[in-house]
């Protein structure tokens, strides 16, 4: 498998990380030769074989739906890179 | 006596018991340890005043009879574990600035049972990587490396990512340190240096508070000079939490009870696919020599099949990054770390993530981003999960005709940073041994067992069934006497 630029860029988009045009040729080279090495998986027969969703024997435990922790903004707040009045601080998004 | 930074963390304890020396001289030695290997770039945070006041407090529970099993034991943590009012970086420039307010499980744990915090070591950024060289805060040298600090001949890696855990040990600035694991981070490292790792069966220890790479695959492990100090360590480190979901609910052995040297009647499953093209005569010569002393020791060696193991690589190289590029979505300038401005939210989030992750973790978020995408899901992700399925099969057929795996942990002696980098498949392919283990979920463990032509060290692999931390350690205490790997690296604090 062979990735183009544009699917680079695009991969890029939704994963929010931007890359310098510049970098788009390489990277696609990169991640194609990453693409590659993973093709041998074709050649394992997984006819009828579950794909794994859980290693550990076990299911996930349930529990009561309650508050058992909380009620401390200002130390949740403590690493925003920019907080104001109980809230976190972001670009405008709505005009 | 032995100077206090070349102790066992067992013959501490024991000094410490018999008033032979406090917890404050003990940490005092590690303290000025740590400094002296600062050309290493070994710690990302050093916290040498907590380490000095925690001491004091060991002294003080000691001195009311309320000592703790690790009480007074100076260790180092992996700068991916995130502790109370301590910078946790991950080695990530995106965590510029992060102080935690509150302190994982399994290093509460380890200071509930009295050890002593030294500081934050280095590793790979956000663990992906198997030399410890793309940290933000700069690669960690091994102090294995020939020639003088400063001026070395070779800089030599020290494994990945857990190396600046694996280092500090090494260099006898710490009795023991903190590691995770996912494709082998606890391992490789531990063969690279000499020292002693073990990754335990997933679910062991808590995942809560440690910073997340591949949630399917993540597990913290002890690093020690010995099997005995690991045994000490883990058994703080394990133990049911309900803030993590993956956490079995099971009772905490004695693992040093399990020591007992006794290993007779045991049978040892040597897996033929490992000896694959490439594997290098000198570990599998050592890898003979590791059966052999098995076989000394009164157990069986017995051939045994991993068919699927060729693939392992390949389906954790799409599995890890896939679960990376969804745990790593986190880090958007908005909560915590790194901001970078933009004209506008999607623009601050594109900036923030350009600038903050390095190459490789933007290879990994961007390949996992990829094979989750509409279209490719089944072709990729879904593959590589049928596949691990079928790995773990694997071990569940070899299990019913052994106890226990004997294999070597890397395909070689470490190499010098600046070699192996331009192609990260070839950097890949370290991890062969390993890697298959944490896609099956199981206990593992690397025991150093000789130095290479290159007078570097090799490590011998365990790997164990579900929970059966105990058969590993007793069959790893063995391997480690027959091996009397007493070498020490040319630099040492």
Known sequence: MSLDKATVAKIAHLARIKVPDEELESLAGELSQILTFVEQLNEVDTQDVPPMTSVAAQKLRRRKDEVTDGGYAAQVLSNGPETAEGFYVVPKVVE | ?493
Not at chain 2, 148 to 158: D, L, S
Not at chain 2, 304 to 324: D, G, V
Not at chain 2, 443 to 463: E, F, N, T, Y
Request: aromatic share 8%.
């Open chain 2, 1 to 493: 006596m032995t100077a206090l930074t070349h102790l066992t963390m067992a013959e501490a304890l024991d000094g410490l018991a018999k008033k032979e020396f406090t917890a404050v001289e003990l940490t005092e030695a590690h303290v000025r340890a740590v400094e002296a290997v600062r050309p290493f770039n070994i710690f990302i945070t050093e916290t040498p005043d907590a380490a000095l006041s925690m001491a004091k407090a060991s002294d003080e529970r000691r001195a009311k009879g309320e000592a703790g099993p690790m009480d007074g034991l100076p260790i180092a943590v992996k700068d991916l574990f995130c502790t109370k009012g301590v910078a946790t970086t991950a080695g990530s420039r995106i965590l510029d600035g992060f102080k935690p307010e509150y302190e994982s499980t399994v290093t509460s744990q380890l200071w509930r049972d009295g050890a002593v915090m030294l500081g934050k070591v280095n590793l790979d950024e956000f663990a992906m990587g198997s030399a410890t060289i793309t940290a933000h805060q700069g690669e960690t040298v091994s102090p294995w490396s020939p020639g003088a600090p400063g001026a070395w001949e070779r800089k030599i890696v020290a494994g990945g990512s857990s190396g600046g855990s694996a280092a500090v040990i090494a260099a006898r600035a710490a009795l023991g340190a903190t590691g995770t694991d996912t494709g082998g981070s606890i391992r490789q490292p531990a063969g690279y240096t000499g020292t002693v790792g073990i990754k335990p069966t997933y679910g062991r220890c808590s995942r809560w508070g440690i910073v997340a790479y591949a949630s399917s695959l993540d597990q913290a492990g002890p690093m020690t000079r010995t099997v005995e100090d690991a045994a000490i360590m883990l058994r703080s480190m394990c133990g049911f939490d309900p803030k993590d979901s993956t956490s079995v609910d099971m009772p905490v052995p004695d693992f040093r009870a399990a020591l007992t040297g006794d290993i007779r009647g045991l049978r040892v499953g040597i897996p033929k696919e490992y000896r694959a093209e490439g594997l290098s005569a000198e570990i599998a010569a050592l890898w003979d020599q590791g059966i052999a002393w098995l076989k000394e020791a009164g157990a069986e060696p017995v051939e045994i099949s991993l068919p699927h193991t060729k693939y392992a690589l390949a389906a954790y190289y799409i599995i890890a990054p896939a679960e990376a590029s969804s745990n790593l979505a986190r880090y958007d300038g908005v909560r915590y770390g790194l901001r970078v401005e933009g004209g506008n939210l999607k623009e601050m989030y594109e900036n923030t993530r350009g600038a903050g992750f390095g190459k490789e973790v933007q290879r990994r978020i961007l390949i996992g981003t990829y094979v989750l995408s509409a279209g490719y899901y089944d072709a990729y992700y879904n593959k590589a999960r049928q596949v691990r399925t079928r790995i773990k099969q694997d071990f569940d057929e070899a299990f019913k005709s052994c106890d226990v795996i004997l294999t070597p942990t890397a395909p070689s002696t470490p190499f010098a940073i600046g070699e192996k980098m331009d192609d990260p498949v070839q950097m890949y392919l370290i991890d062969v041994f390993t890697v298959p283990v944490n896609l099956a979920g199981l206990p593992a463990m690397s025991i150093p067992a000789g130095l290479g032509a290159d007078g570097l060290p090799l490590g011998l692999q365990l790997i164990g069934r579900p929970f059966d931390e105990e058969t590993l350690l007793r069959v790893g205490q063995v391997v480690e006497k027959a091996a009397d790997f007493t070498a020490v690296p040319p630099f040492v604090a």
